[in-house]
């Protein structure tokens, strides 16, 4: 039988074990996030720090475009979102967003600033490449970031025989935070679960010299012209350590800004960005924007290998967003979308992105996505919560 000294021995031994084992992964993943209040701001405040409610940003906003009429009370269109009434109908910017100031990078319900949640990397590994120069990020359980805390999970809905052609969805509890300079989020399959649709591109600044990533995989990565002042350089840095290539493969003699004004003429490639293991994707300017924002869409995804997917549009929006109604592959298989767009409270919101209710296999059976009402969290109010997928026949007969 162990003495009790030596028994207490052997307890404190094991506990430094584990306090120095528990060390070493606090070490190995960061400080936790700072933490700080949200708050109420729209896009033309000069006021950095914001406002306590939606009312009095609202108020400020009325007083800033010299609006006339009663203000009513604003109607909310998302936890972090609400939309103000003038009174009188006009046809201003409305919307007033609940946001971080800049020392901080993702706002959590309920209005939580977190810290530098944005910049976790993907994995290495992931057939997406690595969108950042860092390790693979380590889960553990079930499984879960030791990195943001996020949950994760990917789920595979279809596959070709090949392989190569595939419906996947990713999910992650703990998406990029606001704000972002575009208004829209990218499309997917309702809140938190994305895939399948590359990630878009948006430029900005006053010399379209700033240009954001928004992967499916629900992070951001930023770029930036080195010397904005000269408009003939389209060179996008990435910020940080990040190994992605954003380039400009169009022609423009007229410089960034005057090119960036242009109108968009025809479905050519304009911009190619290239991840670390040679796959790239290709994109071309939408007349959608949000304000002094531009957009490009996925136009071509191609591997390293030559494998490719080519997304169509044919002018369908929803939610705001110019969205692909097919996805052809190299082989000629073709994947089409059916797509719904999320309500708050019965109205048709942007912000969030629509999702795909619908796919099109190439064997003539289809794939069926249901949603349903979010009680709480992120989305509350909205009902684009995923609920079931279904595989059915082509005379509609459940398979799976």
């Known amino acids: ?4 000294k ?11 074990s584990l306090v120095f084992a528990t060390s070493s992964a606090i070490a190995q993943v960061g400080p936790p996030p700072q933490v700080g209040p949200a708050r109420w701001n729209f896009s033309a405040s000069t006021n950095s720090h914001g406002y306590d409610d939606p009312m009095q940003a609202c108020t400020a906003m009325k007083a800033n475009y010299g609006a006339w009429g009663t203000l009513n009370n604003p109607i909310p269109l998302a936890w972090f979102a609400y939309q103000c009434d003038w009174g009188d109908g006009g046809p201003r910017p ?18 939580i600033c977190m810290g530098e949640i944005k910049v976790e990397p993907d994995c290495e590994q992931c057939r997406k ?11 553990v359980a079930n499984p879960m970031s030791l990195q943001s805390g996020a949950k994760i999970q990917n789920d595979r809905d279809y596959a070709s025989a090949d392989g190569l052609l595939v419906v996947e969805r990713q999910y992650r509890s703990r998406m990029r935070g606001l704000p972002t300079m575009s208004g829209f989020g990218p499309e997917g399959f309702g809140g938190n679960w994305l895939g399948l649709i590359p ?23 930023q770029f930036a012209i080195s010397n904005w002042s000269d408009e003939n350089d389209f060179n996008y840095k990435q910020d940080g350590q990040g190994r992605l290539k954003l380039s400009f493969v169009a022609s423009a003699p007229q410089g960034r800004t005057a090119y960036f004004s242009s109108a968009i003429s025809g479905t050519a490639a304009e911009f190619k960005l290239t991840f670390s293991n040679g796959d790239y994707t290709l994109y071309r300017r939408t007349s959608i924007g949000s304000g002094s ?10 591997t390293a290998s030559g494998y490719t997917q080519y997304f169509d549009y044919n002018g369908t929006t929803k939610s705001g967003m110019e969205v692909p109604y097919q996805m052809h592959d190299s082989f000629g298989r073709v994947l089409t979308f059916t797509w719904f767009e999320p309500t708050f409270n019965g109205t048709i ?7 795909i ?8 059976t289809t794939l069926n996505y249901t949603y349903e009402n979010a009680p709480i969290g992120v989305a509350m109010g909205r009902n684009d919560r995923l609920d079931n997928v279904k595989l059915l026949s082509a005379t509609s007969t459940l398979l799976l």
């Open 349 to 355: 919101v942007t912000i969030g992105g629509p999702a």
């Open 1 to 4: 039988m162990m003495s009790t």
């Open 293 to 302: 924002v531009t957009e490009a869409v996925p136009i071509q995804q191609v």
């Open 6 to 16: 030596s028994g207490i021995a052997r307890l404190l031994c094991l506990v430094l």
């Open 357 to 364: 209710s619908q796919i099109g296999l190439p064997d003539g």
């Open 129 to 139: 490449a690595a969108e950042q120069s860092a390790p693979a990020q380590q889960t």
């Open 199 to 221: 990630g878009r591109l948006a430029f900005g600044g006053s010399h379209k010299d700033l240009a954001e990533y928004y992967p499916n995989s629900g992070s951001m990565a």
């Open 94 to 111: 409305t919307a007033v967003l609940l946001g971080c100031d800049f020392a901080y990078a993702e706002i959590a319900y309920p209005g």
